[in-house]
């Protein structure tokens, strides 16, 4: 049975985001995103900006993209996409022309999210409260 989304989230060409960010659902980045999330679905447009620390549960990378960035299940780099920064996912695509510069961490199939050998990660996701 598949996943029902419980909704759908737009930065769109000519829009910047800076923020914490908690989506339900999907989100379609086609502008620029920069900042901390966690969302179910992340996908990324030829042309977008993306640069987050982040949780996801897939994630599809056809623009640019950058941080820190955990996906508990897929992960899709199309031609278009470049990602540079630290991964962790479940399972990996990347199609011909697509790039990657630095560190892909697979998790096992018998590793649960919040295992000791994710929590580095998950660390770095956590925001600190503004200050002041």
Sequence with gaps: MGRTQQGLSIIDKGCQVEGTLNIKGKLIVAGSLKGTFVADTLVTAKGSRVDAQAKVREMIIGGECQGDITVYENL???????????MICK????EAGGKIDGRVRLIDSTEEPSSASTILATNRVNPTPPTG
Excluded: H, K, Q
């Design 76 to 86: 899709r780099i199309l031609s278009t996409g470049v990602f540079s920064g630290n």
């Design 91 to 94: 399972n990996i695509e990347l």
